[in-house]
T-cell receptor
């Protein structure tokens, strides 16, 4: 079974500082990896995804993530954060070999708080 | 990517009653997914709904508690039955978009009192 571990439940940073949100996954097979963002009182929005190819994935709002197969990690980074990046961030994994049912397994989330 | 309209956006319900949540998609999709997000927790998949067949429930979720309908390729409902305060959560529907980019509805915030 797949599992996702987000190592930090909360990450406070100052505006314009860099940030890294960590995500590790456990799976015996190849996986698809995702980062979603949930702004207060809203649904989930896809930030970026890794399906195959280049291990460095660029997403929306200046975020990027790097897939590291040997470390089974998919950490999310942004070089300079804004107040508006304050949100909950979820890492998720799905198994591409799962037939047509590509279920997502989510981590517990990381609350990013950007302070002025 | 698909656009999902989910309603109601929030509700406060009495224990023992039922609430039906609707999701309307602006394009035809094969599968729709229903998730629960309990307070301070991550998302947990409740069930997968295919049009024209019974929904497939994940471990810990049963049809009697969470009946799902999928009458066509653009619409689904999830009912939370015989509610208790432990059912207070955000419920979200989701569909698979292009290249495995899943789209989520804006969620239904349910409070059971």
């Amino acid at each position: 079974a797949q599992s996702v571990t987000q190592l930090d439940s909360q990450v406070p940073v100052f505006e314009e500082a860099p940030v890294e949100l960590r995500c590790n996954y456990s799976s015996s097979v190849s996986v698809y990896l995702f980062w979603y963002v949930q702004y207060p009182n809203q649904g989930l929005q896809l930030l970026l995804k890794y399906l195959s190819g280049s291990t460095l994935v660029k997403g929306i709002n200046g975020f990027e993530a790097e897939f590291n197969k040997s470390q089974t990690s998919f950490h999310l980074r942004k070089p300079s954060v804004h107040i508006s990046d304050t949100a909950e961030y979820f890492c998720a994994v799905s198994d591409p070999s799962g037939g047509s049912n590509y279920k997502l397994t989510f981590g517990k989330g990381t609350l990013l708080t950007v302070n002025p | 990517s698909a656009v999902i309209s989910q309603k109601p956006s929030r509700d406060i319900c009495q224990r023992g009653t039922s609430l039906t949540i609707q999701c309307q998609v602006d394009s035809q999709v094969t599968m729709m997914f229903w998730y629960r997000q309990q307070p301070g927790q991550s998302l947990t998949l409740i069930a997968t709904a295919n049009q024209g067949s019974e929904a497939t429930y994940e471990s810990g979720f049963v049809i009697d508690k969470f009946p799902i309908s999928r009458p066509n390729l653009t619409f689904s409902t999830l009912t939370v039955s015989n509610m208790s305060p432990e059912d207070s959560s955000i419920y979200l529907c989701s569909v698979e978009g292009q290249s495995r980019g899943y789209t989520f509805g804006s969620g239904t915030r349910l409070t059971v009192v």
